[in-house]
């Protein structure tokens, strides 16, 4: 009755992990011929490894990526240009630790996204806050805001995110509104935050797209200076998953 007690009080002060541990303890009868200290340094260690998990699938649900996407799970072997060592570098998160950025452009299939989502996914497991957004959606949710008074707090929301994922830069030419709320969210980052660009536009077409010099300066001047870029080639993964599977399937 006593132990029931205390699992409860554990779990009135939020120590899931420990109270779990220490019923499972109590399923276990060799337990008892361990030291009192090695069993508390169990409970401990299950409650730490209990909130780092709790943590990370925090971070990952906030995150929002578009891709289920790991460094891990990432293909080395198709002829895209993708060094191994400078993936591995940068999967050690010490390019968000100095607020650096991240540049990846290439075609259209050359795995861009998930290359994106892969390191915002790792930056999350090494405890970083990551958000993902198309620009499109970006500009559209920026638009909302401003029309009904949010604009402060989701310019907030976004700012916390340690690490911003901003996919699909370039589809379309900015609007004046669009280019100028880029500015903020750029620079409200610059030298606090990382910034992953995703896009198919090469860097030297930006200005043309952002449609005025001085704000494409000053956006490529916060984003590029400071950046590890990738620069993707070949054919689209897509397209070769399916030729291939194409091929299996009739059995050539």
Same mark, same amino acid.
């Given at each position: ?95 968000? @630790? #100095?607020?650096?950025?991240?540049? !990846?452009?290439?075609?259209? =299939?050359?795995?861009? &996204?998930?290359? *994106?989502?892969? +390191? ?58 669009? @280019? #100028?709320?880029?500015?903020?969210? !750029?620079?409200?980052?610059? =030298?606090?935050?990382? &910034?992953?660009? *995703?896009?198919? +536009? ?51």
């Amino acid at each position: 009755m006593l132990i029931e007690q205390t699992i409860s009080k554990l779990h009135e002060m939020r120590l899931h992990g420990m109270a779990h541990a220490l019923r499972e303890q109590l399923q276990q009868p060799e337990i008892s011929e361990l030291p009192f200290e090695e069993r508390f340094s169990l409970l401990v260690d299950r409650e730490w490894t209990h909130r780092d998990n709790t943590r990370m699938t925090r971070l990952l649900n906030n995150a929002k990526l578009r891709l289920p996407a790991c460094i891990e799970d990432i293909d080395f072997k198709a002829p895209r240009g993708l060094d191994r060592s400078v993936v591995l570098r940068l999967s050690q998160c010490e390019w968000i @630790r #100095r607020a650096h950025n991240v540049l !990846i452009t290439g075609p259209t =299939g050359v795995g861009k &996204t998930y290359l *994106a989502c892969a +390191l915002a996914q790792r930056a999350c497991r090494s405890g970083f806050p990551a958000l993902y957004l198309r620009l499109p959606s970006l500009f559209q949710q920026l638009a909302l805001a401003r029309a009904d008074g949010s604009y402060p707090r989701l310019l907030k929301r976004i700012g916390k995110a340690k690490v911003l994922v901003l996919d699909d830069w370039g589809i379309a030419p900015m609007t004046a509104a669009e @280019r #100028r709320d880029l500015f903020e969210v !750029i620079e409200e980052r610059h =030298g606090i935050s990382s &910034t992953i660009v *995703a896009t198919q +536009l090469p860097v030297n077409l930006w200005h043309e797209n952002i449609r005025d010099p001085t704000i494409a300066d000053a956006i490529l001047d916060r984003i590029v200076h400071s950046a590890h870029r990738i620069e993707l080639k070949g054919e689209s993964m897509r397209k070769r998953k399916k030729t291939l599977t194409d091929e299996i399937n009739s059995g050539t």
